[in-house]
């Protein structure tokens, strides 16, 4: 018999379609299943009109079966089948698609959701086989045919017996070799694997006899010592699921179900914190089940945490995790998208950038946020549970890109209340605020008890107005960025203005800087360039000093920065205010006047290294502050 040449540039074509396109041998059961269903689908769709057929939708399926003596692996279907033109046109020419002209032909068959386009899926087979052969009957002929190949060098067609319509695919797996194994594909709980991993949601049953093990009945007869006896025996087992769950109705899914298929997919083992089910047809058709994990992966934080969303084209597995559906911000959702709609690459194992795969990145973020929001407002001790978890990731998204996204995330955000004892929205907080208050006022530091006990925050929270506690080390950098909330400024009550003081207030406060001004002088002389200035506070009640900072970079953020990896830190402008209603400021004055400088850069000494302990920050010299408040003792 003639063997004929493929229609294409064929063997540099075909070793590039064996050995280039596909990443992942085991891809190969995946295209040839898709390629079964497909047939079917064809067949089913021309059941709907003609009653010719004599078939419904449950007498369809896929098979596979194996014969390892002999290496072979078959995967047969009892689908539309092909003609031998059919066998020559789809199977002779390399990147011929017959379902393509079927989508193309059959406008009204979109909804039967026909997975192969490209016409290159099944010479993946040629990646684990040495031998192909194709037997195949088309629906309405009394005729089979064969198609045969052993790669690029041909193939052949000749006729064939085949008592029923469809399709059978023989697979001489290749024997291995010192860098493949080829004996998986011929393992049946390696093609279990396989089929449950790629194609477990194809629509139509997939079956193969398996080995299984039973105990045999007690014999009537058997003694008090009889111990069971067990057989091995076959039998038929479809191995997908087929229906999706995903596409039931959410009314018709307990929630059980949800959380089980949950921690069956995701490997957790508690449920999630909520399960969000969106679908959605027009522009971008998709149907997406996502949930939100009740505890944070223990490298969620980390570098090696991979973000992304299983990927489905039709109930058929693309993408592991597809991080082009989530945002940074909402990489700790995990779940399902299944698409008809998305531009896949020639061997569908990735996407192509195009607007379809944007449009559903778009619709699922506002899904998820819309979620959350719920969660918020309506399941409170569950959303600050999440929020524990990945209240972190929510703040980053707010500060990176320039602060780009906070529009969408600061709703979602969550901050301890000093005057409430417990996490307020900002939203909650501006509604909360006292008429006249100009400012949304926070500290920021490492313990939010240290944090309640800032000279500073004795002033705000004696003006009945509220003081938010930022303990995380984004916490400063998330409300910068973001620099204002409901045209309410962000104002840190240990940098600037305060805007607490009445006109006569400043006016007086100025009056008493400029007249103390040589003793500011000579307590910034003796501090040298640890501060900035010296300077008179308006934001003291009760302490004697404290600590605050001027420009971009406050005391809290030069802390952060400096723990970080990398180049030098930026340093804060430190200002030392000293509080003009203390007695200490009597001393300080008495000092300078009398002119004992010794004694006066002692105290300036101890008071600056107060002022870095009530600010959380370490003495810079320890064993001198010491003995410099020793020889007070004395």
Not at 111 to 118: K, M, N, P, R, V
Not at 135 to 150: I, L, M, P
Not at 415 to 428: D, G, H, I, Q, T
Request: hydrophobic share 35%.
């Amino acid at each position: 018999m003639a063997v004929k040449q493929f229609k294409a540039e064929s063997k540099k074509l075909l070793d590039l379609m064996i050995n280039s396109i596909y990443t992942n041998k085991e891809i190969f059961l995946r295209e040839l299943i898709s390629n079964a269903s497909d047939a079917i689908d064809k067949l089913y769709f021309r059941s709907l009109t003609d009653q010719t057929v004599g078939m419904n939708k449950d007498d369809f399926c896929i098979r596979l079966d194996v014969d390892k003596e002999n290496r072979i692996l078959t995967i047969s279907d009892n689908g539309i089948g092909m003609t031998k033109e059919e066998l020559e046109k789809n199977l002779g020419t390399i990147a011929r698609s017959g379902s393509l002209d079927f989508k193309t032909e059959n406008k009204s068959a979109q909804d039967i959701d026909i997975i192969g386009q490209f016409g290159v899926g099944f010479y993946s087979a040629f990646m684990v086989s040495s031998d192909v052969t194709v037997v195949s009957r088309a629906f309405g002929s009394d005729e089979a045919w064969q198609w045969e190949s052993k790669g690029a060098e041909g193939y052949t067609i000749s006729p064939a017996e085949k008592d029923t319509v469809g399709t059978e695919i023989t697979l001489v797996i290749k024997e291995n070799t010192d860098t493949e194994n080829y004996d998986e594909f011929l393992d049946e709980y390696r093609l279990v694997d396989i089929v449950k991993k790629y194609s477990d949601y194809v629509r139509y049953p997939i079956k193969m006899e398996r080995e299984k093990t039973r105990q045999k009945p007690r014999p009537e007869d058997a003694g008090e010592d009889y111990k069971p006896e067990y057989e091995t025996y076959r039998e038929v087992e479809t191995l997908n699921s087929m229906i999706p769950l995903w596409k039931r109705s959410k009314s018709e899914v307990k929630p059980e179900e949800y959380n089980e298929f949950y921690k069956k997919k995701f490997f957790d083992y508690t449920d999630p914190a909520r399960t969000i089910v969106s679908r959605t047809e027009g522009t971008a058709t998709y149907n997406a089940l996502l949930f939100i994990p009740g505890h944070a992966p223990y490298d969620y934080y980390t570098r090696e945490y991979e973000k992304g969303l299983q990927l489905y084209a039709s109930g058929v597995l693309i993408m592991e995790k597809c991080p082009d559906l989530l945002s940074d911000y909402f990489s700790f959702v995990k779940g399902i998208v299944d698409s008809q709609d998305l531009s896949l690459n020639i061997s569908r194992e990735m996407l192509q950038k195009d607007s379809q795969l944007k449009l559903i990145h778009n619709a699922l973020e506002k899904k998820i946020k819309s979620e959350l929001t719920a969660m918020k407002n309506n399941e409170r001790d569950k959303y600050e549970e999440f929020f524990k978890n990945f209240g972190r990731q929510l703040k980053y998204g707010c500060y990176s890109d320039y602060g780009t996204h906070s529009d969408l995330l600061k709703d979602l955000l969550l901050f301890y209340s000093a005057k409430e004892k417990k996490l307020v929205s900002l939203e909650e907080y501006v509604k909360a605020m006292p008429e006249g208050q100009k400012y949304i006022y926070f500290a920021a530091g490492e313990d939010a008890d240290r944090l309640a006990k800032l000279p500073a925050a004795e002033l705000v929270l004696d003006k009945g107005y509220d003081l938010l506690l930022l303990t995380e080390d984004v916490d400063e950098f998330c409300l910068q960025m973001m620099r204002s909330y409901e045209e309410k400024e962000f104002k840190n009550i240990n940098s600037g203005d305060l805007g607490l003081e009445t006109e006569e207030e400043k006016k007086q406060a100025e009056e008493a800087a400029e007249e103390n001004k040589p003793l500011f002088e000579a307590i910034k002389a003796a501090l040298g360039d640890k501060v900035t200035k010296v300077t008179l506070s308006t934001r003291l009640k009760s302490h004697p000093v404290c600590l605050s900072s001027e420009g971009p970079i406050s005391i809290e953020m030069e802390r952060v920065l400096k723990g970080m990896p990398g180049g030098e830190a930026p340093k804060s402008e430190k200002v030392l205010e000293l509080n003009p209603n203390h007695p200490v400021f009597e001393t300080m004055k008495s000092l300078q006047a009398s002119g004992d400088t010794e004694k006066l850069n002692a105290y300036a000494d101890i008071l600056y290294n107060q002022a870095r302990l009530i600010e959380g920050l370490p003495v810079e010299d320890a064993v001198a502050y010491t003995e410099a408040v020793c020889k007070l003792m004395k």
